[in-house]
Nanobody
Framework: QVQLVESGGGLVQAGGSLRLSCVAS????????MGWFRQAPGKEREFVAA????????YYANSVKGRFTISRDDAKNTVYLQMNSLKPEDTAVYSC???????????????WGQGTQVTVSS
């Protein structure tokens, strides 16, 4: 079992930046691929970014490519999502997830955090 807790969300103006953190406990994060997903009100959950177990491979949704960066610090059992040039359409609850392999599919992840709210004002 692994428990995931996100932090770093908040209210920011369009064009601003936020860095989300996802801290794992219960098991070492280094054995998991990690993903970030988001869900806006009235919309389905969507893939944002993923990083492989080694950290050498990263994947991004087209909507965030070039603006968001996923990274991991296994010594701190933490995964980050650096979000730059934020847009109002990035407003959502962002959740991190742990799984065996880095994919864009939420169903392949075994463990989920509760999420952190990101609100981008125009």
């Amino acid at each position: 079992q692994v428990q995931l807790v996100e932090s770093g969300g908040g209210l920011v103006q369009a064009g601003g930046s936020l860095r989300l953190s996802c801290v794992a406990s219960g098991r070492t994060l280094s054995t998991y691929a990690m993903g970030w997903f988001r869900q806006a009100p009235g919309k389905e959950r969507e893939f944002v970014a993923a990083i492989s177990t080694s950290g050498r491979s990263t994947y991004y949704a087209n909507s965030v490519k070039g603006r968001f960066t996923i990274s991991r610090d296994d010594a701190k059992n933490t995964v980050y999502l650096q979000m730059n040039s934020l847009k109002p359409e990035d407003t959502a609850v962002y959740s991190c997830a742990a799984g065996v392999i880095a994919t864009t599919q939420a169903s392949t992840y075994n463990y989920w955090g509760q999420g952190t709210q990101v609100t981008v004002s125009s």
